[in-house]
């Protein structure tokens, strides 16, 4: 059984950091290519970064320099690094994991950015 299992939301201020953790558990990690996607009231869940299992990775436009996505092999955990938070930051983040043998989503972790 497949579960990936996000942890680190929270309540911040702007401005400042959060670090959001997914642990995978029934899945081969390294071969997948894993991501954050976001998605805050009335709007469409969005990318907001990836890494492949190669390790690339790639950014939305909007948290470039703010974020950093990484991962651990050793202990099947992806992770984002979110510094310098903005209110338009406050989603609920999911944990996503790709492969061509199939595609699983994490229950989402909720992100407040608020004073």
């Known amino acids: 059984q497949v579960q990936l299992v996000e942890s680190g939301g929270g309540l911040v201020q702007p401005g400042g950091s959060l670090r959001l953790s997914c642990a995978a558990s029934?899945?081969?990690?390294?071969?997948?290519?894993m991501a954050w996607y976001r998605q805050a009231p009335r709007k469409q869940r969005e990318l907001v970064a990836a890494?492949?299992?190669?390790?690339?990775?790639n950014y939305t436009d909007s948290v470039k320099g703010r974020f950093t996505i990484s991962r651990d092999n050793a202990k099947n955990t992806v992770y984002l690094q979110m510094n310098s938070l903005k209110p338009e930051d406050t989603a609920v983040y999911y944990c996503?994991?790709?492969?061509?043998?199939?595609?699983?989503w994490g229950q989402g972790t909720q992100v407040t950015v608020s004073s």
């Open positions: 996503r994991a790709r492969a061509t043998v199939g595609r699983y």
């Open positions: 890494i492949t299992s190669g390790g690339s990775t």
């Open positions: 029934g899945i081969i990690f390294r071969l997948y290519t």
